[in-house]
């Protein structure tokens, strides 16, 4: 394996949910999208489990994103609202709605930026 492929690797596995928000965050503010953070301590004030961590707005454009760790599964809240958002995408017209779940190596690749900058 390539040393900067195993480099990317290590930080990929290392990085926290935490540190890919601020990160992410960092890229929706650039690129001018409007955002909207739910915090892992929202869940204890009403918020349904599993919904997506980022709804983003830019123009015609929304995207749900869920972020997690590099090595760690959606939970079943999380899969349910999984489903029924990538449905609502099916059935928009011109991309104008999309669901992803973002990892740490997706950042590092550069395809979170690929996706906001499209």
């Not at 909207?36 to 009403?46: E, L, M, S």
């Not at 349910?80 to 990892?103: I, K, N, S």
């Amino acid at each position: 394996m390539p040393a900067a492929v195993d480099e990317q690797t290590t930080k990929a596995r290392a990085m926290s949910e935490g540190s890919l928000f601020n990160e992410v965050a960092t890229i929706l503010k650039r690129l001018g999208w409007r955002y909207f953070h739910i915090p892992a301590t929202a869940y204890r004030h009403g918020v349904r489990a599993g919904f997506p961590d980022i709804t983003a707005v830019k123009g015609r454009r929304v995207i749900f994103a869920e972020l997690k760790r590099e090595k760690e599964k959606l939970s079943d809240e999380q899969e349910a609202w999984a489903y029924d958002l990538l449905g609502v995408a099916a059935q928009t017209v011109y991309e104008t709605v999309r669901y992803y779940v973002w990892r740490p190596s997706d950042l590092l690749a550069g395809r979170i930026d690929e996706v906001l900058a499209g």
